[in-house]
């Protein structure tokens, strides 16, 4: 064998020769550090969130042609690329050039709030256009299934890049330019006429290198050797055989989609990976009389297109095995996966969860396996081939050659079934194939097989059933006696790895009973010659389907007023986010005697520390030191009120809970190093979920607030209800994780940069723990890729370690946290357990209501007083109840502190009141949309802590939504369709929210500004608020604009500096527009005033003119301003006080549809009502509405934290297994209406925030589930009054919806409870 170790590619179209590349370097790594293209970003490093997706394209010598597509560069190695072209978002397009007109269309049609996801979005539909210059709404739904967005709730997304689709307007016939709009109508983005600069040109894209074409770069071996891994790709069948033969525990690598999040995430290692990605015979495909063989190499869309084809060219009957695969596709991974996961990457590595296993051992899959010694020999796949946990029936030295994948005859019916807790792009709970062949009678079983997967450490067969249904005819009976087998077949014992076991067990069932009326109808439609006889139910049998997005947004802009105030202007950095120019920390230039710092965290919840050997790790290369609490050189002791610490010494509290650092000269020497630092722990007893922290009395504190007589309310009340419900905490999963790079400088001084919302509590942290005066320490902070509450006070996390390695060898420090460690380290939402008792009257009259909050705080106060207060001040949502009382408990547990959150308390409290809404109407049989109505606040009236409403608009917002939702005709339909579906139901909600402005604490709701203008006009503009993708620099330059008469193009702001802006408060709460925002004007006003008299000597002059004259008279140009929200107190003693400077009101109508036998369920159309004042930037605030729905759905609907039963290890911790709102998973109509003429007096021009205040309207969407899970209990006899917690995940919503076939298990199923002792929700 030639040995060749050099490496060509293009990237950009510019020529790279890399000598001895490392087999363990990615392609982003190469991109990033060694190109300087910092555009594309590292989101997660195991391809499940997008944003660092980036265009291959590479010649295909068998099918002559260049094929582009798109990959995930955290997974694909730099050494896979070889021969290859690589195009980055910085090749496309720049602002200093031209913008690619994908880009351009994103920035226009506000798709981008933090932007840290934006270039990956920007890659995948580049892509998509490369190879279909006018694609479908299908085709871009399934090119954007593999990115991540979580600010912006993806509707300006899809419909910006719908322009480029053959439905240019998802309102087709509705659109605007159709019917007209009306005054104060808007398409979503006031969408342009395509012109020549905004339409897809695809002469226009740059050529692939022509020396890519030659065979050297295609028919050569390749080895290539690295630290720790060697890295073969041999192009003939012979040589690869050899490998396998030389190197049999070797693994096959094709896409690295499998291996890559193994390495890094499992720490397994593989010292040799052979890639047979150019071995000839595993990449043919053969088109066969009974089926198709694929080679093993065959990369899964080119599967899908090839079995697409031959459903087009064949009889139905032949190609359903063919169909079931294409749609299991559908729900495999994200396209970038997809296009580089290989048919035999999917097979031999033997996942107990695979898509496509259950469905090859179900239709009886051929494969045909080769070794160097023995041969050729074909297996065909049945209940033998998987032997145990990831070990299959192929020996160590031989290789999968080809997979033959069958036809069918007509009397062959096959499914494939798949449920997992997100549609798409998300891993199996359980799924199946089922194949059945009749006798020529279509009346008797001649063959089934079975095949499931998530049942058993290896997809399982099912050969008793199958046995017993061979010979029966296909009736009730034969239902029955499979529903008998199955449950012997599939057994699963409690507590077994994945938890969820009768929910498991119920699907395996439910998947058959679908299978069983499938072909019951299928068959019957075969026989039948007219439509006679009854109709049977398909609401078991069809799936829930998708149509596209579509959506309108009403809203008012000020068109009189020159200046950029209260327009829907994109934001400020919105074209160099699509561009990938926008700096985030971690991509400021590398210093050249830069360190890397990685954390060492506890494994342990609660543990004594022994000892902490770092012996091991400082054999490691390029390791420099390794830092514990002995090296700190000020204070060890941090958190806001003091008790928590940089490093733990003694005792850890908390899985994650940092104890040292380890620092190295590359962010991989680091990281290997880290895993080697030992530390001898002595287990304490844990407190996990705040069930134990009742039981041991643990709290951090307590508050109560009272209302009335809530006793006497009580003894009047007709009706009394008690009980208890749950909601689940949260995970931030901002795109950019936590960042720091700290420079040092001379007299004690420290430049930090860091991804945080308090530069000046990361300030003041710092230098108290490097013992040095705050006037040395230099925080910046440019944007964040996403913040949300968590970068408010965990930012010191990393912050404080990486500072003191910093001060230790005196280089800069750099670190970001991957997502697994920013998952594990940092808290989330506070979880939440309410006992409740509420006193109401026959008409849904509330007369006394008495709740005890407990929120699980975590190890530390962190903010969770805050949070405490807003959940007890917020309770009320939006209704006036006339006694009440609400006592909020503080759980301390050994978890990582939980923290600040969008919302901040404020939702879960909200969230009880209105689950005591719906268990009222249950209990009367009256709708809850009275109940709701008849206790909405009116003008004036006073909250439980004797705050009075001022214009009050919650009456509006709510008649309104009803209004243009048609609630009550829409309400009607559902009804009728539940009547006419029985395993189907639909559910509809209104649902209004009230939520107060302010910091908790008073002495935060204060803000600075800087104003400078310079001689030549220009303005620059500093103050405390972070941009993290709310649009706050923007609306800073629109307040500017107006105060001073300016062009918003003479305006710009830097950064957040506490140089430039000193004792700034948090960007949180939503206070960041109205705090800065007035400080701003406070400045501009002191400025307008001081050029007064240059305007009035010169009436008709310019701005510059005026700026030019005031400079030659000595007059100052540079001004500060200042603001503090007056009048706010708050005493809980009283139970009095005015703790918000004002509140904002909306209301939202949610439709939803449920698949009653798997849990599963979509979100039809969503309708909200906002008050946001006179918005200063209706786009800008559209968008932070959409975003905050989606993530509030998310969190009521989606996402579940998980930990470890036994030991408080978090399970959830990547996009792997915790899964937030995709692209698929927002309401197909989604329109936003801002109400209008509703000036705010309490806010700088007459706005209002809106971060925050709608987080909550997604509760719409999980009380119109539970309604729809009301139906099916009503029909199947069941009580609605019952336990339904948050989040409802498909497990609660099928297991609450009752009915024969979940009864088979439900008996042991409790949802108050955690699921199972496998894991456990905090």
Known sequence: ???????????????????????????????????????????????????????????????????????????????????????????????????????????????????????????????????????????????????????????????????????????????????????????????????????????????????????????????????????????????????????????????????????????????????????????????????????????????????????????????????????????????????????????????????????????????????????????????????????????????????????????????????????????????????????????????????????????????????????????EALLEEAIKCLKEDLPLADGAPGGMINYRKTLTISFFFKFYETVKYRISKLQSSGENGPKPDLSCIERLERGPTKGIQIYQEDTENASACWKALPAHSAELQCSGEAQYVDDLPTYTDELYMALVFSSKAHARILSIDASEAMKCSGVRSCLTAKDVPGSNNTGLFGDELIFAADEVTAHGQVIGAVIADSQKHAQLAAKKVRVEYENLPALITIQDAIKANSFHGDRVLVKGDVEEGFTQAEHILSGEISVGGQDHFYLETHSVLCVPSDHGEMEIFSSTQDVSLVQFAAARALKVPSNRIHVRTKRLGGGFGGKESQSTYLALPAAIACRRHEVPIRCMLDRDEDMIITGGRHPYLAKYKVGFNSDGKIIACDVQLYSNAGNSLDLSIGVNDRALTSIDNAYNIANMRVQGWMCKTNIVSNTAFRGFGGPQGMFFMEHIISEISSKLKIEDTKIREMHLYQEGDCTHYKQPIINCNISKCWQQVLQQSDYETRKAEVIKYNSQNRYRKRGICAMPTKYGIAFGVTFLNQAAALVHIYKDGYVLLSHGGIEMGQGVFTKMIQVVSNALDIPASKIHTMEVSTTTVANTSPTAASTGSDLNGAAVLNACEKLKERLKPFVDAKPDGKWEDWVNDAYFARVSLSATGYYATPDLYMDYSTSTGTPYAYFSFGAAVTEVEIDCLTGDHQLIRTDIVMDVGKSLNPAIDIGQIEGAFVQGYGWLCLEQVKMMASTGTMLTCGPGNYKIPGFSNIPQEFNVTLLKDVPNVKAVYSSKAVGEPPLFLSASAFFAIKSAVKAARAEAGEDLNFIFNAPCTPERIRMACVDRLSSEFASSYDPNIPPTSFFIQP
């Open 1 to 475: 064998m030639e040995d060749a170790s050099s490496l060509v590619l293009y990237v950009n179209g510019k020529k790279f020769c890399v000598d001895n590349p490392d087999p363990e370097d990615t392609l982003l790594q190469f991109l990033r550090e060694k190109c300087s293209l910092k555009g594309t970003k590292l989101g997660c490093a195991e391809g499940g969130c997008g944003a660092c997706t980036v265009m291959v394209s590479e010649w295909n010598e068998t099918e002559g042609k260049i094929l582009h597509y798109a990959v995930n560069a955290c997974l694909a190695r730099l050494v896979s690329m070889h021969g290859k072209s690589v195009i980055t978002v910085e090749g496309i397009g720049s602002t200093k050039t031209k913008l690619h007109v994908v880009q351009e269309r994103l920035a226009k049609s506000h798709g981008s709030q933090c932007g840290f996801c934006t270039p990956g979005i920007v890659m995948s539909m580049y892509t998509l256009l490369r190879n279909s210059p006018q694609p479908t709404q299908e085709d871009l739904m399934s090119a954007l299934e593999g990115n991540l967005c979580r600010c912006t709730g993806y509707r300006p997304i899809l419909e910006g890049f719908s322009q480029f689709t053959n439905m240019s307007c998802a309102m087709g016939d509705n659109c605007c330019k159709v019917k007209g709009p009306g005054s104060n109508s808007k398409p979503a983005d006031k969408q342009e006429e395509p012109t020549p600069q905004n339409v897809y040109d695809a002469s226009q894209e740059p050529i692939f290198p022509p020396e890519l074409k030659l065979n050297a770069f295609h028919k050569e071996f390749r080895h290539y050797r690295g630290e720790r891994v060697e890295w073969y790709r041999p192009v003939e069948l012979k040589a690869l055989l050899e490998l396998k033969k030389q190197y049999p525990s070797a693994r096959l690598v094709c896409g690295n989609t499998e291996v890559g999040v193994e390495v890094k995430f499992k720490g397994l290692h593989y010292p040799v990976i052979i890639a047979p990605t150019h071995v000839e015979e595993l990449n043919q495909v053969e088109v066969g009389e009974t089926g198709v063989w694929f080679g093993a190499s065959v990369t899964l869309t080119k599967m899908e297109k090839v079995l697409e084809e031959q459903i087009h060219s064949l009889p139905e009957h032949a190609t359903r095995i063919y169909s079931e695969i294409i749609e299991m596709l559908k729900w495999f991974a994200g396209r970038q996966i997809r296009n580089v996961s290989s048919i035999a990457g999917n097979l031999m590595t033997a996942s107990p969860i695979s898509d496509l296993n259950p469905l090859y051992l179900a239709a009886g899959v051929k494969i045909k396996v080769m070794s160097a010694d023995r041969g050729a020999r074909e297996i065909t796949l049945d209940g033998n081939f998987f032997i145990s946990y990831r070990k299959i029936a192929v020996e160590p030295d031989e290789v999968l050659i080809s997979v033959h994948i069958p036809q069918t005859s007509q009397c062959e019916f096959f499914a494939g079934y798949k449920q997992a807790h997100r549609k798409g792009d998300d891993i199996a709970t359980v799924n199946s194939g089922i194949r059945v062949k009749m006798d020529k009678t279509m009346k008797k079983v001649e063959e089934i097989s079975l095949a499931f997967g998530g049942m058993a450490p290896i997809t399982k067969t099912c050969p008793q059933t199958s046995a017993a249904l061979v010979g029966r005819e296909w009736d």
